[in-house]
């Protein structure tokens, strides 16, 4: 039977195997993942997760059923080390998987700051996934000082859940203004107003 491997399970690599099932694929497929849940929705990361206003098997993008019900296998917990392009094979773990065909649905990651200017010491967090949400959560407790670097949309509702919770923030964009990259100056504005009014620091051109 030939064999399908998507890497990523995240929304893409979800979409991927369902749209695949739906289509009448009867091929074999596995979904492999480094984190060991099924994929879930990554923007309530910052908001609604973080606040404990959704947990966990709310963000999930399916029902863990699904996947055995449509026989597909998912690998979670493991990091794909290898890809064998003329062997087909990827290595998973201590496995070594042959496939047909691959696909890569592995997503992007933050850019962190270098360990030259502090990227690694205690307290500096990048919001990519449920350790990192996971691990800084703890912090946002009333009267802490926190610094967001990055006034696109993450930054701009980490900053807003900070204030909600008590949190003396501080944002920092190094463009003329926030949401330059993705919105108009009007809109910008008016987030910049929403947030001051909630308390929030914000330096431009930082």
């Known amino acids: ?84 392009a003329d062997a087909q094979t990827v290595t998973v773990g201590d496995d070594v998987l042959r496939y047909d065909d691959l696909v890569l649905t592995t997503g992007s990651v933050p850019n962190r700051l270098p360990a030259s200017i502090g990227g690694d010491l205690d307290g500096v967090f990048v919001v990519r996934d449920l350790l990192d949400v996971d691990t800084m959560a703890p912090r946002f407790t009333p009267g802490k000082r926190v610094l967001i670097v990055g006034g696109g949309y993450i930054g701009l509702e980490a900053a807003s859940v900070a204030a909600k919770l008590g949190l003396e923030v501080t944002l920092v964009e190094m463009s003329d203004r926030i949401l330059q990259r993705v919105a108009a100056p009007q809109t910008s504005d008016y987030f910049r107003a929403l947030h001051s009014d909630k308390g929030v620091t914000i330096l431009e051109g930082v």
């Open 1 to 84: 039977m030939r064999h399908i491997i998507v890497i990523g399970a995240g929304q893409a690599g979800s979409s991927c195997v369902a749209k695949l099932r739906n289509s009448g694929c009867t091929d074999r497929i596995t979904l492999v993942g480094a984190e060991t849940v099924p994929p879930y929705q990554r923007p309530p990361l910052s908001k609604a997760y973080l606040m404990q206003e959704m947990t966990l098997e709310r963000m999930f993008l399916r029902p863990e059923t699904f996947y055995t019900d449509n026989d597909v296998t998912l690998r979670l917990g493991a990091a794909v080390s290898a890809i064998d």
